[in-house]
């Protein structure tokens, strides 16, 4: 059920328009009135425009034009009736023009945003990245770990084949997914022994505390605040139980658990020394399940496959 949905999911704006054109293209055979139909065809062009860009949105424009000279083609007296052909045709033209017009304009205007959006988001993923390397600074032992836990977590989405927001969007969540940490006592974080388990309580509470300071940035963090929040739950409450907001934990969530889980069990604390990569690997395969997804797991073990090659 995952997989459709992931593609639904994917692929939903594309899906849209092509269920407008289909019925556009119904239309123009059901529909008596000429100038209903032509206006008919604006919708999906300017969904595309809207939603995908001028790319796609010309593409549509293009596509909905060639629908309609096959139908005046096919059924040109149930089309265009007893009219002059050269009227036909200067009406026709002028409803082509108008057409690509409009997926030109919503298309720039779409694009003029998205550029404008990515920009700010990158100003606050950059101030906040700031923010998490001074904390990883002030404790030599975590040095680098949020760089690497987001690089892992964007390879292992990328192996699971998901969009490139949703990539996106993990690969962030990966740089700041123990922002929340700023939030709690620094010689708790440094504490060279192990952690009692009020301590570790605290110390949980990072992911909430994370995901409360990247929603006060308002919408342009939005799909990363649920990744953040629940980067720490395990598989099986994506299972048995819901969070808060009623929805199950976020597949991005899970990827971050994985990575997050490998990153710190391969990285020395003053309390430990850390694992050889091979023997994390057979560790998190233990916790398939459990802890972590299996289709996750799967891509994760891709992933250090690779990485083992290349080295």
Sequence with gaps: MELPKQFIAKHFEKILIILILLGAFGGTYLIGEKSIIL??????????????????GVLTSILSILIVLLCALFFPQRFWGNQEIWLNIAELSSWSGFLILA??????????????????????????????????STDHYTNGHSVRVSELAREIAMAIELPRTEVENIRVAGLLHDIGKVEISGEILRKAAELSTEERELIDTH???????????????????????????YFVDALEVNDGNGLKIPLGARVVAVADAFDAMTTD??????????EAVEEIIGKTKKQFD??????????????LERA
């Design 39 to 56: 206006n008919f065809y604006y919708l999906p062009v300017l969904v595309a425009g809207y939603f995908l860009g001028r790319r796609l």
């Design 103 to 136: 997926s030109v304009a919503v298309g720039t205007l779409y694009e003029q945003n998205e550029g404008r959006l990515q920009d700010l988001k990158k100003a606050y993923i950059g101030i906040l990245e700031i923010l998490s390397k001074y904390l990883e």
């Design 207 to 233: 992911a909430v505390k994370g995901a409360y300071i990247l929603s006060s940035v308002g919408s342009v963090l939005k799909g990363v605040v649920p990744i953040v929040a629940a980067h720490h739950k």
């Design 269 to 278: 604390r003053p309390y430990r020394k850390g694992m050889p990569p091979w």
């Design 294 to 307: 299996p289709e996750v797991v799967e891509a994760f073990k891709r992933v250090i496959n690779e990485r």
